[in-house]
């Protein structure tokens, strides 16, 4: 029993160290919003918290729908983003519509986070695509990392 208090003040430590050390790749605004505590509290509280863990761990925001209808000006766009890391300091700040060959039809910018809106939708009207083009990729855009995460292939009407 008098091992018990040195053996849970030293596993304490290493998990403070792991976690410091486990916080560095990541962009210091993570830590301004609060990541480092939250990937303490997943280290000790199991798996309740993986999921809050592996959306720190998120570098960009990810397209999860899409809808394409044909607008009196062009495409109209509705898309669905998700970005749960979303804070005035890194948030997803816009998508674009590629075409196959990696033409860019269309660019949407986004002016804020929507932290208090997961997933949020907003559309760009009018984008001008040749008749030709039979389906289009959106991608979505991070502030701090740029392009990534997972897109989404839709057809055009």
Do not use: K
């Not at 939250?38 to 925001?61: C, V």
């Not at 890194?90 to 269309?106: E, I, K, L, S």
């Amino acid at each position: 029993m008098g091992r018990f208090p040195t053996t849970a003040l030293l596993a304490g430590a290493l998990l403070t160290a792991a976690a410091c050390t486990g916080a560095e790749p990541s962009p210091p605004t993570d830590d301004e919003d609060g990541a480092a505590p939250s990937a303490e509290a997943s280290d000790t509280a199991g798996t309740a918290d993986t999921e809050e863990g592996a959306a720190q761990d998120q570098e960009f925001p990810d397209v999860v729908d899409v809808v394409v209808t044909q607008g009196d000006a062009g495409y109209d766009f509705a898309v669905t983003i998700s970005s749960p890391y979303d804070t005035p300091e890194r948030y997803a700040d816009g998508w674009r519509v590629v075409g196959p060959d990696g033409t860019v039809f269309g660019e949407h910018v986004l002016a804020h986070d929507h932290a208090d809106e997961q997933p949020f939708t907003r559309t760009q009207r009018g984008v001008d695509i040749p008749d030709e083009t039979e389906e289009v990729t959106v991608e979505a855009r991070d502030s701090t990392n740029g392009y990534g995460g997972e897109t989404m292939t839709v057809p055009l009407p």
